[in-house]
Structures are given as C-alpha cells and as structure tokens.
C-alpha cells in the first residue's frame, strides 16, 4: 500500500522561506523513477489547486503565483519529494498537499506534471502552511 508523509509545514513571517518535504512508501524505487509527483495546495474555501509538479525527467511545471519563488525536486534514490518555498506570502497559506500518479509499468513513463487532481491517485493527509503579514 502506498502512503505519502509530508513534513516542514509550520508558520511564517511574510517573506519568510520553509521546505516541505514528501516521504512516499509502498512504492517500488523503479516504478517510482517513472512517475510524476506534484504539491497541491488548498486554501479554506478554495479548490485545490496544483503549486509544482515534476515528471520522470525532473522536468517542472509550475502554478503561475509561485513561479520564480518555489523550486520543485525529487529524490528518487530516497523515493522523496520537496518544495523549496522563498519570498512567501500572506496568500500561500493553505494546506499543502502530495501527490503521485499511478506505478507505471517498465515501458511507461510520466513525462508532463498534469496540473489536475484526477491525474493524480495517492495523496498525503496534508501539512498546513501559515505566512503571517
């Protein structure tokens, strides 16, 4: 069975910097390589929406309110996921999220971050971000 963990969440002054971090189990190290990961990220009365995704090819994508600030990247040896938050804002506070797509097989491989929650079947139980202005 496969369970994501996200750490590194907490409360921060605007401006301010955290790194989150996404520990996936369950997942086969190969299987892992090819598929893609992605934070989400839901405010109170909001949709969930995608911050950063990155595929098999550490290729990013990025939401438009967090380009030039947050940096997505992968561990692949440790089967982890981070995002490298900088110049926060008061309007980053939400819940954040992991996610993974599906184990693909040997001849398949994820190689565009879909921006979308359907693409994505394994979730973390979220950490929750504060930015204080």
């Known amino acids: 069975q496969v369970h994501l963990v996200e750490s590194g969440g907490g409360s921060v002054e605007a401006g301010g910097s955290l790194r989150l971090s996404c520990v996936v189990s369950?997942?086969?190290?190969?299987?892992?390589?090819?598929?893609?990961m992605a934070w989400f990220r839901q405010a109170p009365g909001k949709e969930r929406e995608m911050v950063a995704g990155i595929d098999s090819w550490h290729r990013t994508k990025y939401g438009d309110s967090v380009k030039g600030r947050f940096t997505i990247s992968r561990e692949n040896a440790k089967t982890t996921l981070y995002l490298e938050m900088s110049r926060m804002r008061s309007n980053d506070t939400a819940a954040y999220y992991c996610?993974?797509?599906?184990?693909?097989?040997?001849?398949?491989?994820?190689?565009?971050?879909?921006?979308?929650?359907?693409?994505?079947?394994?979730w973390g139980q979220g950490t929750q971000v504060t930015v204080s202005s």
């Open positions: 996610a993974a797509t599906p184990p693909r097989p040997s001849y398949a491989t994820c190689t565009s971050p879909a921006d979308y929650t359907g693409a994505y079947e394994h």
């Open positions: 369950g997942y086969p190290v190969d299987s892992f390589t090819r598929n893609c």
